[in-house]
């Protein structure tokens, strides 16, 4: 035997599986951490919506790296001591800082059975992509879409707005942008003062960059100038530039504003643009019945970017981009290469897989913990969940404007409401109070600028936020403004 084949035969006659020694022992250490999860959420109201994290703790994870195992029980005990205990607090009802949803139980155990399976779904003929095909089909459904259009899971609206920049762009220009790049196409693009940053990172990333990108002023409503927007697109084309897309917003990040979708999206068809909708909270409005009528002409948009995982209530990750002309999508992602390669029987069958709709090869089976949510709960509680979501922001309006010592900032659309304890010097008192709420454990708000007025900013997306908690954070408010304010 030759000394390679020797010493080969060594390593191959040792038991390096990663699989436990002993199964029941794994078992029992599998149902106390579910056990531990699934208690972490039930008694969330018996601790603080977020804590600072100690510098003994943060010092923990200063650690070289680790090249001798560990107890999985020791592992453990490390996250139930030093990460547990100082997460986010999006899970907590008294969270209201940013618009992230609270997640469920039933996402938790979804989520355990879709690590088990442990699926790749960038493509190939496997049933966690039917699964996705499914949601796609229900999201259709859900925004009125025709049969062509396609959609896929993403990380979130930050990348589906990308994803939506590079579609128009391959669109307007045709496929040999992917080959000849840009050039100087000119290609301007445009959106509200009130949408979200990620639209000039996607203008940027997209290799266009954030100059292109016209913001237009919004109205005391804060949604886009329509007149304002016809000007822009005039002086761009009478200076040689070429528009190419107009981004509506469905829930602006600073207080929720709806743009008139119906509107723009007559615009876009008379000025043959292409019409996006960043309705990243927003657009799963359409849900609720209540709400649905206020989104009218979402169904119009050539794309749309959503996450499941803000008022869906879904557990992170769960992005979507949804595109009606499905073979534009496709063109402007679709990479054949040898390696893999589509064939009509077996595994490497099921062609278009969902790597030909964006840039990841690399998925997670995301679709399985939103069809879980969907089959659980069904539209109709989702959609009055979100309405109840809407009915604590405007009883939160009501509570403001009957308290002298506070300030309404902005109009309550929908779950976002933006105000102020009133004061001598109002920013820097507010940027105080607000990190009093935070430290106190009792709610945890954000803040934002309206009008160079710095605002608390509450977003009541969590399914669990309740009357109690808007009042806890009423009564917080003016309890440290007050002592600040002496």
């Known amino acids: 035997m030759s000394v390679a084949r020797r010493e ?54 200063q650690q070289a790296l680790p090249r001798a195992p560990s ?52 493509g190939r003929n496997h049933m966690p992509i039917e699964v996705e095909r499914q949601i796609v089909r229900w999201v259709r459904q859900l925004f009125g879409f025709p049969e062509t259009a396609s959609g896929v899971f993403v990380t979130g609206t930050s990348m589906a707005n990308l994803m939506a920049v590079l579609v128009a762009r391959t669109a307007t220009l045709g496929t040999e942008v992917r080959q000849r790049g840009l050039g100087d196409a000119g290609l301007t693009a445009y959106t509200s003062v009130a949408a979200h940053g990620c639209i000039a990172q996607a203008m940027d990333l997209a290799g266009l960059g954030r100059d292109a990108l016209r913001r237009i002023g919004s109205d005391h409503a804060h949604r886009m100038d329509l007149a304002a927007l016809r000007a822009r697109i005039a002086e761009d084309r009478a200076a040689g530039r070429r528009p190419f897309l107009v981004i509506g917003t469905a829930g602006a990040v600073d207080t929720g504003a709806i743009d008139d979708l119906d509107a723009l999206a007559e615009l876009c068809r008379a000025e043959k643009l292409w019409f996006h909708i960043d309705g990243a909270f927003g657009a799963l409005g359409m849900l609720s019945p209540q709400i649905a009528p206020r989104l009218k002409g979402l169904e119009r948009a050539d794309s749309i970017a959503f996450d499941f995982h803000k008022w869906g209530q879904v557990q992170y990750d769960a992005g979507f981009l949804l595109v009606r002309d499905g073979e534009r999508h496709r063109e402007t992602f679709a990479a054949p290469v040898a390696y893999l390669r589509r064939e009509t029987r077996g595994l490497a069958a099921g062609s278009p897989w969902p790597c030909d709709f964006g840039p990841d090869l690399s998925r997670g089976f995301r679709a399985l913990k939103t069809w879980f949510t969907l089959k659980t709960y069904g539209t109709d509680k989702l959609g009055a969940m979100i309405e109840r979501t809407c009915a604590l922001a405007k009883y939160l309006e009501a509570t403001i404007l009957a308290e002298p ?82």
């Open 71 to 122: 107890a999985l029980g020791d592992v453990y005990g490390e996250f139930s001591e030093l990460i547990a205990p100082y997460a986010t607090g999006n899970v907590h009802p008294g969270f209201m800082g940013w618009v992230h949803g609270g997640g469920t139980a039933v996402g938790l155990l979804a989520e355990m059975l879709a690590a088990g399976l442990n699926a790749n779904c960038g």
């Open 405 to 486: 010592r506070l300030e309404l900032l902005a109009p309550v659309a929908l779950n976002i409401v933006c105000f102020r304890f009133r004061g001598d010097d109002p920013n820097p008192l507010n940027a105080e109070i607000v990190a009093d709420l935070h430290e106190s454990g009792i709610v945890a708000p954000s803040t934002t600028t309206i009008h160079g007025a710095l605002a608390i900013r509450a977003a009541i997306v969590n399914h669990r936020t309740d009357v109690q908690d808007v009042d806890a954070l009423v009564e917080a408010v003016l309890r440290f403004g007050t002592a600040r304010a002496k």
């Open 8 to 61: 080969a035969a060594d390593i191959l006659g040792a038991s390096e599986t990663l699989d436990p020694q002993d199964w029941d022992e794994l078992r029992a250490q599998g149902h106390r951490m579910l056990d531990d999860m699934i208690d972490y959420i039930a008694e969330v109201r018996e601790r603080p919506v977020w804590q600072p994290i100690p510098d003994a703790v943060r010092g923990q994870f």
